[in-house]
């Protein structure tokens, strides 16, 4: 069955301003508070680690309560403190800059969380077949590639420098979230049909982790997940230190996720002909052959790195499209998409949380320190050796159980 046009477009709205923020938190806060606040790598690393940690922990919960509240209402309140958190975090006081990022990350994540875990959920709700939810999930991750665009470009254009950019930035997101959010909840009414109630949080949880296929995809997500969190979370000290080429990043990032919208409805029209399991394998393998020259980069490399940032670009369409359409099409199947996506987005932070806490200590431990010069070949094999192993694992889960995700495809 047809979806309309407008509630494709009104339903990924959202996505814009969600990962509007999400990049900035991921990709930028490491360094603006390691260079410019002077935090000690480890020590930023394991601060990242705990909060992400807990951040993580309660998003199973929040998938139980998905089930059990309106979608709409919960995506529309957990909006807020995302917002006040986000303003918050790129104002920090120089004596405490490391309490204020601990305090400021708990609501911004919280609210982050909730909202991403109320919209995952009404999305696969609303959609009466597995192609629908693929073209939701599409719409969604394709205005959330939409936001990191403008997020990884705007702070070089409203600011001579970067620090100054992200807090401009900040004042950005609350008008974003009010547009975006409110015309998603003013033209998109229904919360689709309602599930089977679910029952206490632990037994839905279980249930959901009970189902084999479930399992085998949570598995290949892990894996392909750490092999992309690494990069993100090495991206600027990448581009910074071993390019030396820090006023690109901007662009290299732009390119990277422009690249990512553009290939999503080929991926979309590729999972349609070959299937969803199949079309992510081939993604996984050309992120693979791109990224592997990375290592053999060095300094004023800037146009040979962006020709991988745009293949692995291109790539990265397939991941944020294909196995969160399959999780939905699972959600759906056990009568539980928000607990589902609780799971989910516990898998994500997990994933987020261990790129940050165990690659930002290891390389200080190697002797890395930002703009220093010492430590890089350490940061080089964090950035391009660990998830090419990463990637390389996830392939090969993927292809021994692709006959058990290929439900829907």
């Known amino acids: 069955m047809a979806m309309q046009r407008t509630t494709l477009l009104a339903y990924g709205l959202p996505g814009l301003p969600l990962a509007f923020g999400a990049l900035p938190v991921y990709v930028h806060l490491p360094d603006f508070y390691a260079r410019g606040h002077g935090l000690d790598l480890a020590w930023l690393g394991m601060l990242l680690l705990v909060s992400r940690l807990l951040d993580a922990g309660i998003d199973p919960w929040l998938g139980w309560l998905a089930d059990r509240l309106p979608r709409r209402r919960l995506l529309a309140w957990s909006l807020l403190p995302f917002s006040v958190g986000f303003v918050a975090l790129w104002h920090p006081p120089p004596a405490w800059a490391a309490v204020w990022l601990f305090l400021c990350l708990l609501p911004t994540y919280l609210g982050f969380s909730a909202a991403t875990v109320a919209y995952q959920s009404w999305g696969a709700a609303i959609a009466t077949d597995s192609a629908q939810r693929t073209r939701l999930t599409a719409a969604r991750e394709g205005f959330g590639l939409a936001g990191i665009v403008l997020a990884a470009a705007l702070p070089g254009w409203l600011a001579g420098q970067a620090s100054e950019g992200l807090v401009a930035l900040g004042w950005l997101l609350p008008?974003?979230?009010?547009?975006?959010?409110?015309?998603?909840?003013?033209?998109?009414?229904?919360?689709?049909?309602?599930?089977?109630?679910?029952?206490?949080w632990r037994p839905a949880l279980s249930r959901v982790l009970a189902d084999p296929s479930m399992r085998h995809l949570l598995l290949v997500f892990i894996c392909n997940g750490i092999a992309s969190a690494l990069p993100a979370t090495l991206f600027l000290f990448f581009v910074g230190d071993v390019l030396q080429a820090e006023r690109f990043s901007g662009l290299l990032l732009a390119l990277y996720f422009v690249a990512g919208a553009a290939s999503l409805p080929g991926w979309v029209w590729l999972a349609g002909r070959l299937g969803r399991p199949r079309a992510w394998l081939a993604a996984m393998l050309l992120a693979m052959v791109a990224f592997a020259g990375a290592g053999l980069l060095g300094a004023g490399d800037v146009l040979l790195f962006a020709l991988v940032c745009l293949l692995s670009g291109l790539a990265l369409g397939a991941d944020l499209a294909l196995p969160a359409a399959i999780a939905a099409d699972f959600g759906e199947r056990l009568g539980q998409p928000g607990a589902c996506f609780?799971?989910?987005n516990l898998i994500a932070k997990c994933n987020l949380a261990l790129a940050a806490g165990l690659a930002l200590p290891l390389i200080a431990a190697f002797g890395y320190v930002p703009g220093q010069g010492g430590g890089l070949g350490a940061l080089v094999g964090a950035y391009v050796l660990l998830p090419l192993a990463g990637k390389s694992l996830a392939a090969a889960l993927l292809w021994r159980w692709r006959h058990s995700l290929e439900v829907g495809s």
């Open 175 to 200: 008008l974003l979230v009010v547009l975006a959010a409110g015309t998603a909840l003013l033209t998109i009414r229904h919360e689709g049909a309602p599930p089977t109630p679910p029952p206490a």
């Open 342 to 344: 609780g799971i989910w």
